[in-house]
């Protein structure tokens, strides 16, 4: 036996390439076409190298490289024969990736080293999974730097010298793969802390699994039939839970040697495999079922139920040959299993239930008074309904009461069942069209969905088979085009088309055109501004204001304006809004013609509420630096200190604001006001003297003032917004 699995790796890379030279030599006949005729092609990949995230990411077909969104490399068909590199090399990466459904044959030995189908170095969080891999010097290969990576699922065969897996890293996870006929250990691991569960490794030509590592886990694996042991722990602190690695033994106890339950596909660790109540070595010597397949004979009765049960063939799933299977007459009619006709009316029971539909239990299904042999057989009625034409009609009240075809369920032929006819829509079951329009009644009721007793079922003034035969409108809908404007009313009075809604593809409705007073079938009147409200037809059309009032909302405010200040012009209540938060609603913004979004709307750095409250222009930036009380401040000045540019003492103190902010006093207090010193006893000729100059420069200050008030006055130019500087010191205040 061991001899000829030698072979079957030779078998099978003969048949491998076998078949690609048959496909070479034979294209006509290798080449596959779908249903439609086009050929169906094989993808051949050449063998890759990805080093590092960056080439991980670029080759990636999906994902970011997280845990919960990883890489995606899948469906490669890699012929790495004669190219002298690994079929795959990932190497140098930490982001997650999954590497999966490729296949990849044919890598060779080589220098520097045996290439492998699958070679990782430096790698962590990747998951090989689904992969075929075949005839390969080498299967996969993982280096002492690879951890926490996950290989599932994939099929290692053939292996033409080395390991099918070969894992050096840490903390790993090898599950679920098959490593089979391959030239060497299935299995190696030198690593240490990996977890290898669910594995079948048979008929390597040494060892299946080796373990040198330390503290390695193993749950369930399958090592049976390798040239060498089976299992070869040379490792520290391996953990071996319920592995099977001996083929003479019986594991679960089945009476089936753990060898001969691999070999007829049955589990070693189950003693029912499938689960269905029979020992797997009872399915197999003596009842002849497989073990593998809870129902045997598929007849949707589980094998023990049959045998222990219902005493059924549980290798025959219709054991009385009546046409029904078991489970079926046992649960679902319920028949008599071992009986082809269960209740005696010489209808088999499977003919019953499945063609005639009849009560495989009840010879007169229909309570009729009719077998249902006989009913079938001689007057070829439904013996399962009293009513065999299905018009709803009892056959006995069609031919005794209404004179219809019992047989036929439409006696008129007008596409109406009698039966609809004479108990829903009252029509005359014997009269094609009852209410003498030119429609057929069926036509009516189940295409048209008109009215088959009223000519003019939407009562537009239009007959249906005028509105469905001439106008081809909807005759169940008054406003075929849904424009706001009746069938007939389009035709008779409008001329305007009922079946468009835009006669005059302006884009307005034909019915809004009419309501509003504008022309359907004219596309001039789009750029007309009726109501002079800055809004064409077409806006106010799409906004839904109305073309003829500027004022769609009554709230004072034309809709154009409240357009172009992006206000709701149906909605009356933003004209008391307040968008800018200056104290002004929308309403009076538009009555001052300030913007309603700028609290500055001349960008004088003073608000255009306090200006409107100061009787100055929100709209002119120049009153900014205008002195209008004279009080030698500037009315952005007297903004920032909150002083009255209309009284130039606003604390009615007695000093100008001017004097005060110059002295350091505060104008907004009449308690605050610059104060002269005492003079001294000894310094009164001084003080005299000083008084003497101070007399002389007041004269020639007035004589100068009254020089500067004779010239023309300058407008003075607008500076940058700033914080203005306080204003000079000046004599005047308000009682001089």
């Not at 409108?473 to 849904?482: L, Y």
């Not at 468009?500 to 001039?524: A, C």
């Not at 001084?686 to 101070?694: D, M, W």
Request: hydrophobic content about 30%; aromatic content about 8%; overall charge negative.
């Amino acid at each position: 036996m061991r001899k000829f699995r030698k072979f079957i790796p030779v078998i099978i890379i003969f048949l491998f390439v076998g078949m690609g030279y048959y496909s070479l030599i034979q294209p006509g006949a290798s080449v596959q076409k779908n249903e439609g005729g086009v050929e169906l092609t094989m993808k051949w990949d050449l063998p890759f190298q990805i080093n590092g995230n960056v080439e991980l990411n670029n080759s990636a077909t999906a994902g970011n490289g997280t845990a919960t969104n990883p890489y995606i490399l899948e469906n490669y068909f890699i012929n790495a024969s004669g190219f002298g590199t690994h079929g795959i090399w990932i190497q140098n990466t930490n982001a997650y990736f999954i590497l999966r459904n490729c296949t990849v044959f044919d890598t060779e030995q080589g220098t520097p080293g045996n290439y492998a189908a699958i070679r990782l170095e430096n790698v962590i969080y990747a998951t090989l999974e689904n992969n075929r891999l075949l005839n390969n010097y080498r299967g996969i290969r993982m280096s002492p730097t690879c951890h926490n990576n996950t290989l599932i699922n994939n099929t290692i065969m053939s292996s033409t010298s080395y390991n099918a897996i070969y894992v050096e890293g840490n903390y790993n996870n090898v599950t679920r793969n098959t490593l089979n006929f391959n030239g060497n250990d299935g299995l190696v691991l030198i690593g240490n802390f990996n977890n290898l569960t669910h594995n079948t490794i048979m008929n390597n030509t040494n060892r299946g699994i080796r373990v040198l590592g330390l503290s390695n886990y193993f749950y369930r694996n399958i090592a049976l039939f390798n040239d060498g042991n089976n299992t070869d722990d040379i490792g520290t602190g391996t953990i071996w839970v319920e592995n099977i690695d001996n083929e003479s033994d019986d594991f679960d106890g089945d009476g089936l040697l753990n060898g001969n339950e691999v070999l007829l596909g049955t589990s070693p660790f189950l003693m029912d495999t499938d689960g269905d109540g029979l020992n797997d070595s009872a399915e197999i010597l003596i009842y002849n079922t497989n073990a593998t397949k809870i129902d045997t004979d598929d007849d949707g009765l589980n094998d023990s139920a049959e045998i222990l049960i219902y005493n059924t063939n549980a290798t025959n799933p219709d054991t009385d040959d009546d046409g029904l299977n078991d489970s079926a007459e046992t649960f679902i009619y319920p028949t008599n299993a071992t009986n082809p006709d269960t209740d005696g009316d010489g209808l088999n029971d499977g003919t019953e239930i499945l063609i005639y539909l009849t009560n495989a239990t009840n010879s007169d299904t229909d309570g009729d008074g009719l077998n249902d042999g006989t009913e079938i057989l001689t007057y070829l009625t439904n013996a399962t309904n009293i009513d065999t034409d299905g018009d709803g009609l009892n056959d006995s009240a069609e031919i005794l009461i209404y004179l219809t075809n019992a047989i036929n369920p439409d006696t008129d032929g007008d596409g109406l069942n009698d039966s609809a006819e004479i108990l829903i829509y009252s029509t005359n079951a014997t009269n094609p069209d009852t209410d003498g329009d030119g429609l057929n009644d069926a036509a009516e009721i189940l295409i048209y969905l008109t009215n088959a007793t009223n000519p003019d079922t939407d009562g537009d003034g239009l007959n249906d088979n005028v509105e469905l035969l001439i106008y081809l409108t909807n005759a169940t809908n008054p406003d075929t085009d849904d424009d706001g404007s009746l069938d007939g009313a389009e035709i008779n009075i409008y001329g305007t088309d009922p079946i468009d809604p835009d006669t005059d593809d302006d884009t307005m409705l034909d019915g809004w055109e009419i309501d509003y007073g504008l022309n359907p079938i004219w596309d001039g009147d789009t750029s007309l501004d009726i109501d002079g409200d800055g809004l064409i037809n077409i806006l106010e059309y799409s906004l839904n204001t109305i073309p003829n009032d500027s004022d769609s909302d009554d709230d004072l405010i034309p809709d154009g304006w409240e357009v172009d200040n992006t206000l709701d012009p149906l909605n009356a209540s933003d004209a008391q809004d307040d968008f800018d938060h200056d104290n002004l609603t929308n309403l009076i913004e538009y009555n001052l013609g300030t913007d309603l979004n700028d609290v500055d709307t001349d960008d004088d750095l003073l608000p255009d509420k306090w200006e409107v409250d100061n009787s100055l222009s929100p709209v002119n930036d120049l009153d900014a630096y205008l002195d209008i009380d004279k009080d030698a401040l500037t009315n952005l000045q007297e903004y920032f200190y909150n002083t009255h540019p209309l009284d130039s003492d606003s604390d009615d103190d007695g000093f100008s604001d001017g004097d005060e902010i110059s002295a350091g006093t505060n104008p907004l207090d009449k308690n605050s006001y610059p104060t002269p010193p005492a003079p001294e006893p000894e310094s009164i000729l001084l003080e005299i003297s000083i008084l003497i100059v101070g007399i002389a420069l007041a004269a020639a200050i007035v004589v100068q003032g009254f020089l500067r008030r004779s010239r023309p006055a300058e407008v003075p130019s607008k500076p940058s917004k700033q914080l203005p500087p306080a204003p000079k010191n000046s004599t005047k205040n308000k009682e001089s």
